[in-house]
C-alpha cells in the first residue's frame, strides 16, 4: 500500500467482543456493565459522538459531527445492537 502514491497515516487494530460471551464479565474495581437505560439514548449517542469526534493522535481522522450522529444511530439502529 505504501508503494502506491497513497500515505498510510495509521493503523488501527481494534477488537470487538459480544459481552454475552463472557461468562463473569470483567472485573474492574469500580465498573459496572449494564444495558442502557430507556430514555438515555440521547446522551449515549451525545457521549459517543464526543468519543469518536476526539482524534487519538491519526492525522486528518476529524469528522463533522452531523456525519458521526448519523453514522453511530445507523449503527444502533441495526438488528441485535445492544447499548
Do not use: C, Q
Not at 459522538?49 to 487519538?56: L, M, R, T
Request: net charge negative.
Amino acid at each position: 500500500m505504501s508503494s502506491r502514491p497513497v500515505e498510510l497515516l495509521g493503523f488501527e487494530n481494534l477488537l470487538g467482543r459480544l459481552l454475552a460471551l463472557v461468562e463473569d464479565g470483567p472485573h474492574v474495581a469500580g465498573l459496572t456493565i449494564e444495558e442502557l437505560s430507556k430514555g438515555d439514548e440521547e446522551k449515549w449517542l451525545d457521549v459517543t459522538v464526543e468519543g469518536f469526534a476526539s482524534p487519538d493522535g491519526v492525522p486528518n481522522e476529524r469528522y463533522p459531527r452531523d456525519v458521526l450522529e448519523d453514522a453511530i444511530s445507523d449503527i444502533a439502529s441495526t438488528s441485535g445492537f445492544v447499548r
